[in-house]
């Protein structure tokens, strides 16, 4: 077994099994009052803040089990909106970088409330060409991961602005932007290292393992797409991916 191999067995199955019985113990502190009792103000603050670190734990692990899988050419590919896959990364990267949004995000019930609640946050939505319409063929689950850790990022890094654009008449383009410092031209490679974080002067600069970008690109090249960095008027960073469709035949596994 190479260290490779014993480090995913180690992540996905030694991890997995104890992170899955603190978010149901948690899970059932919050949710069955009747059952184990009242919560004062306090001790739901200090379980609701348990409950979304083990969610960003079983991310992680999640992130390692499909970037493994890609390696072993698994794809589960099903027909999807790229549209509804943005939002739900919008939602995911808001449970942990500010759940008061992510609620008013969730109670948007109308098209107009959620381009209000975009609005108030600095965020701006655009899709255009075939997949406004039509499904997109792929692996969701990746798609989703791809999209979520640019979001993530995004929102993390900018400092007023961020914009996503979906497009694509074949291959499926995403694009995330934001407003933030930026990143140096002498650095746009190691961004997609392994462990690899920049240092930056960003007072919202959370602690990472630096997995993030390098998920990313390996995901994109298995998928046999690529991934750019660039930067726009009025947007100092911009990131790019071009996913082709998951066609059936020989290059789509359950």
Same mark, same amino acid.
């Given at each position: 077994?190479?260290?490779?191999? &014993?480090?995913?067995?180690?992540?996905? /199955? *030694?991890?997995?099994?104890? +992170?899955?019985? !603190?978010?149901?113990? %948690?899970? $059932?502190?919050?949710?069955?009052?009747?059952?184990?009792?009242?919560?004062?103000?306090?001790?739901?603050?200090?379980?609701?803040?348990?409950?979304?670190?083990?969610?960003?734990?079983?991310?992680?692990?999640?992130?390692?089990?499909?970037?493994?899988?890609?390696?072993?050419?698994?794809?589960?590919?099903?027909?999807?909106?790229?549209?509804?896959?943005?939002?739900?990364?919008?939602?995911?990267?808001?449970?942990?970088?500010?759940?008061?949004?992510?609620?008013?995000?969730?109670?948007?019930?109308?098209?107009?409330?959620?381009?209000?609640?975009?609005?108030?946050?600095?965020?701006?939505?655009?899709?255009?060409?075939? &997949?406004?319409?039509?499904?997109?063929? /792929? *692996?969701?689950?990746?798609? +989703?991961?791809? !999209?979520?850790?640019? %979001?993530? $990022?995004?929102?993390?890094?900018?400092?007023?602005?961020?914009?996503?654009?979906?497009?694509?008449?074949?291959?499926?383009?995403?694009?995330?932007?934001?407003?933030?410092?930026?990143?140096?031209?002498?650095?746009?490679?190691?961004?997609?290292?392994?462990?690899?974080?920049?240092?930056?002067?960003?007072?919202?600069?959370?602690?990472?393992?630096?997995?993030?970008?390098?998920?990313?690109?390996?995901?994109?090249?298995?998928?046999?797409?690529?991934?750019?960095?660039?930067?726009?008027?009025?947007?100092?960073?911009?990131?790019?991916?071009?996913?082709?469709?998951?066609?059936?035949?020989?290059?789509?596994?359950?």
């Amino acid at each position: 077994m190479s260290d490779k191999d &014993y480090l995913y067995d180690l992540l996905l /199955h *030694d991890l997995a099994g104890p +992170l899955a019985v !603190v978010a149901t113990t %948690v899970n $059932n502190l919050l949710g069955k009052s009747d059952r184990y009792g009242a919560l004062n103000e306090l001790q739901r603050v200090c379980l609701e803040r348990i409950h979304r670190n083990t969610q960003k734990a079983q991310g992680l692990l999640q992130d390692m089990l499909e970037v493994a899988r890609s390696e072993e050419n698994i794809f589960c590919g099903s027909a999807f909106h790229p549209e509804e896959v943005v939002r739900e990364a919008l939602l995911e990267s808001f449970e942990s970088l500010d759940p008061q949004a992510r609620e008013e995000f969730s109670g948007a019930t109308s098209e107009g409330e959620w381009q209000n609640a975009l609005a108030r946050h600095g965020i701006a939505m655009v899709v255009s060409g075939r &997949y406004v319409s039509e499904p997109f063929y /792929h *692996d969701r689950r990746k798609v +989703l991961q791809i !999209v979520r850790n640019l %979001v993530s $990022n995004a929102l993390k890094y900018r400092s007023q602005r961020m914009r996503l654009s979906i497009n694509g008449e074949q291959d499926l383009f995403i694009a995330v932007s934001n407003d933030g410092p930026g990143i140096p031209d002498k650095d746009r490679e190691a961004v997609y290292k392994r462990f690899v974080r920049i240092n930056s002067s960003n007072p919202k600069d959370a602690p990472g393992l630096g997995l993030g970008l390098f998920c990313i690109k390996a995901l994109v090249e298995r998928m046999k797409g690529d991934i750019s960095l660039g930067s726009g008027e009025g947007f100092n960073t911009i990131f790019t991916v071009r996913i082709p469709s998951l066609q059936t035949g020989s290059d789509k596994e359950d």
